[in-house]
């Protein structure tokens, strides 16, 4: 039992994560395809192939984003768009929502952004406590001149789902940076701690030597 066991297990490390892979590529891949429906069914590629043929709408999707992308380059396509956010500015609920869905946008693929940059450690929710969170920028004007300290907007994530979290202002002194890479923090939260990225786990090894030899 204890071979077997053991076979399993071996198994299950090699289909458990292509099964899952699969599953998330199937699951954007479906969602993606949604954009198709967009298409005259006359025109719609699977009366014409006559069959269905999955991954178009991912296609569909990245030519639409990289044309829209050439159009808004040049000056015609900035005053298109200038147009058209004046025109949503004067609807009161879409104004807030695309307002804040842009410039959200705008700081996070910013490449001199502060967005999601840095993996840091700080004491949460308690001192003595630790965890992993992001930086996602420095809190200025109101807070800073009220709380007299300069803080760091900081975003706690929750584990095994990183896309839900807290936001905290954590004072500039107490938060540690990490050399980590985002994906390594994000592969470290989702794992629940599990995965420990390369560099940590010489530290975590070499520290256990060299405890062993102390008691030794």
Known sequence: MTVIRRYLIAGLLV????????????????????????????????????????????????LIVLVT???????????????????????????????????????VFASNGQSFRKVLLVEYPRRGIWTLAFQTGSALGEITAKTGTDVVNVFVPTTPNPTSGFFIMVPREEIIELNMSVDDGLKMIMSMGVIVPSEKREVLTNSAVAQNEVKS
């Open 15 to 62: 289909w458990l994560p292509i099964g899952v892979t699969i599953m998330i590529v199937q699951l954007l891949v479906g969602f993606m395809d949604k954009t198709l429906t967009f298409i005259p069914a006359a025109y719609h590629p699977d009366t014409l192939l006559g069959f269905h043929l999955p991954g178009l709408g991912v296609v569909l999707t990245v």
């Open 69 to 107: 992308g050439i159009i808004v380059a040049n000056f015609f396509g900035r005053k298109l768009i200038s147009l058209w956010e004046s025109l949503l500015a004067r609807i009161p609920l879409v104004r807030t929502i695309y307002t804040s869905v842009k410039q959200i946008a705008e700081t």
